[in-house]
């Protein structure tokens, strides 16, 4: 596990525990990852811009991001309000990306979070490889916690690469 990745578990847990009051642990069963692209799944995503420049994901199923958002707004889910469920993973997304911040090079901004909501979908950051990935598990959920380096600097140097954030990865 390299640094980054390092800093995903700590700083997931950190949150997911003091912020949600909600265990989350490192997945052992790649398979519901698998399973999770079947069904409605939300991915937030912060971009990073700065002395270092990238992109953090955070990817779960419409189940999991729905009960995060119940529990930061103190109510049921079915009491959950059109845009709940977005801001609650776009926030959380935030928290990850500003606390990841520790481990990057300085000075380093951050975007407003963008959600995207789908079933079956790719997130593309042009340019990009992925410096750190975390498969996590929390109420018998999954969430895949990505840190992609690179992106727009990498495209106007005219990088090939290409890298994609979500369970259909290639």
């Known amino acids: 596990m390299n640094e980054i990745e390092e800093a995903i578990v700590s700083i997931t847990q950190n949150i997911w525990e003091s912020i949600l009051g909600l265990q989350v642990e490192r997945a052992r069963d790649v398979a519901q990852l698998t399973?999770?692209?079947?069904?409605?799944?939300?991915?937030?995503?912060?971009?990073?811009?700065g002395a270092w420049e990238g992109s953090v994901f955070l990817?779960?199923?419409?189940?999991?991001?729905?009960?995060v958002a119940a529990t930061m707004f103190g109510t049921t889910t079915?009491?959950?309000?059109?845009?709940?469920?977005?801001?609650?993973?776009?926030?959380?997304?935030n928290m990850?990306?500003?606390n990841?911040?520790?481990?990057?090079?300085?000075?380093?901004?951050?975007?407003l979070p963008a959600v995207v909501e789908g079933i079956d979908y790719r997130?593309?950051?042009?340019?990009?490889k992925i410096a750190g990935q975390v498969l996590f598990e929390s109420s018998s959920q999954p969430l895949l916690v990505t840190v992609l380096e690179g992106g727009s600097m990498g495209a106007k140097r005219g990088s090939a690469g290409s890298q994609g954030t979500g369970p259909k990865e290639s």
């Open 59 to 67: 990817y779960c199923t419409a189940a999991l991001a729905g009960e």
């Open 35 to 49: 399973q999770a692209t079947r069904e409605k799944s939300l991915t937030g995503c912060v971009q990073l811009a």
């Open 78 to 93: 079915a009491s959950l309000r059109n845009g709940d469920v977005e801001d609650a993973l776009g926030e959380l997304t």
């Open 100 to 111: 990841l911040k520790i481990v990057l090079p300085r000075p380093c901004q951050l975007s």
């Open 123 to 128: 997130v593309i950051v042009p340019g990009t």
């Open 96 to 98: 990850v990306a500003g």
